[in-house]
């Protein structure tokens, strides 16, 4: 993985100080330069328009601006990450953020100076989440293996927890797809499966047996005591909500193994934007017949807040790159707690992923109607694994 830096700042110092920062979070090379002017030439240049993962813009310079910078990186088509760091007042920094969010930019952070190095840790955290291509990636599954274990029914749910932050009271279940591949049954996860799965036209296959395996098991999960109110989560991307074939399908799953429509919720993900008059009338069909239906990994680009006012939605999932080190980020905190007063105006419930930091599951516990899910609650269990996690968590709740 090669991480390359631009620090866009007037103070020869405070480059300085960042470079030496990222060169210890080992950071590939930390270029810097001075104003707007000098990064936009450099970035235009063909050779290195794609040469920096990540800048960091401050906002007042002689010459141009960071604004005025800011404002002009979309039409680069820049891919990299953008780290807001300042010294101006925070309504100036937020409103910088948002000219960011408006240009479907990765935004990283938006830092008050002076920046201290944990900072800037979870900024590239951050960005190695939005862009999973910079990281070393598992080899994707062949077309053939894919196409084998389709045909042996060796697609296994496996199921992560959904709690409510302030009492600990699990809410749901999200169904994650795992495949089994080969004569030793090597777990495949998503991301080595479902490129090539949806390339190939085989993707409603592997959800098929995912969905009809996951609601068949469904009985006995909710059989256990502190599930019997709990919802199921079963994803599916924008290019199937946008197929008629879905919400019929959906029902006679749900009639075949005696669920009930409203505690399975559709979770689209945001891979793409919900532009396309079939996904809008996909998601009101689903909510006609009473499933639920949430927007995955919100934050990351897509689907914006005057859609979701507009979209019959039930929830709405923050992406893990939001809430990765929520306890020390201002900027983070605030578009929480927006978007909770938008989700109770509308009456769509906040979830929030990838909680693994003990600190940030510590702030987020003071945040009132917060639903939590990551590996720090638990992480993704088979079926007999679940319910043994279950009965565990019971056990040590009777104790207490």
């Known amino acids: 993985m090669s991480l390359n830096v631009l620090i866009i700042d007037d103070s020869l110092s405070y480059c300085q100080l960042l470079s030496k920062y990222f060169s210890e979070l080992n950071v590939t090379s930390v270029d810097y330069c001075h104003d707007g002017t000098e990064a936009l030439q450099r970035l235009r240049e063909h050779r290195n328009r794609n040469r920096y993962q990540i800048l960091v813009v401050d906002l007042h310079m002689p010459g141009m601006d960071g604004i005025?910078?800011?404002?002009?990186?979309?039409?680069?088509?820049?891919r990299g990450g953008v780290i807001i760091a300042s010294g101006m007042e925070s309504r100036i920094i937020e409103a910088a953020s948002q000219i960011v969010l408006g240009a479907h930019l990765r935004l990283l952070g938006a830092l008050m100076k002076p920046v201290c190095q944990a900072?800037?840790?979870?900024?590239?955290?951050?960005?190695?989440?939005?862009?999973p291509e910079l990281k070393t990636s598992r080899p994707a599954m062949t077309l053939q293996s894919l196409r084998e274990s389709i045909m042996q029914r060796k697609v296994v749910p496996y199921y992560q927890p959904?709690?409510?932050?302030?009492t600990g009271r699990i809410e749901g279940f999200e169904v994650l797809c795992r495949m089994q591949q080969g004569a030793h049954l090597q777990l495949m996860t998503?991301?080595?499966?479902?490129?090539?799965?949806?390339?190939?036209?085989?993707?409603?296959a592997v959800s098929e047996q995912l969905i009809g395996f996951a609601l068949k098991q469904w009985a006995e999960i909710s059989r256990q005591p502190e599930c019997s109110h709990a919802r199921l989560s079963i994803n599916l991307t924008p290019?199937?909500?946008?197929?008629?074939?879905?919400?019929?399908?959906?029902?006679?799953?749900?009639?075949k193994w005696q669920v009930d429509i409203s505690r399975v919720t559709e979770e689209i993900t945001e891979n793409q934007a919900l532009d396309k008059q079939s996904q809008h009338s996909g998601i009101s069909r689903?909510?006609?017949h009473n499933f639920g239906v949430a927007i995955d990994d919100f934050g990351t680009g897509y689907t914006n807040l005057s859609q979701i006012c507009r979209l019959p939605i039930s929830e709405l999932k923050l992406d893990m790159s939001l809430v990765r080190g929520i306890h020390m980020d201002p900027l983070a905190q605030t578009i929480l707690k927006s978007l909770l007063e938008i989700g109770r105006q509308l009456g769509v419930s906040v979830v929030a992923e990838g909680v693994e930091d003990p600190r940030d599951y510590h702030y987020l516990q003071s945040i009132p109607n917060l639903i939590v899910q990551g590996f720090l609650v638990c992480r993704p269990k088979p079926l007999g694994e679940l319910v043994r996690w279950l009965k565990a968590r019971q056990r040590v709740a009777f104790e207490a």
């Open 68 to 78: 005025e910078l800011l404002s002009r990186l979309s039409g680069l088509e820049y």
């Open 119 to 131: 900072q800037l840790q979870i900024c590239i955290e951050r960005l190695l989440l939005m862009a």
């Open 162 to 166: 959904q709690v409510e932050v302030g």
């Open 190 to 204: 998503p991301e080595s499966l479902m490129a090539v799965a949806e390339r190939h036209n085989l993707l409603n």
């Open 239 to 255: 290019a199937q909500l946008g197929q008629s074939y879905w919400p019929g399908r959906l029902l006679s799953f749900c009639h």
């Open 286 to 288: 689903l909510r006609l």
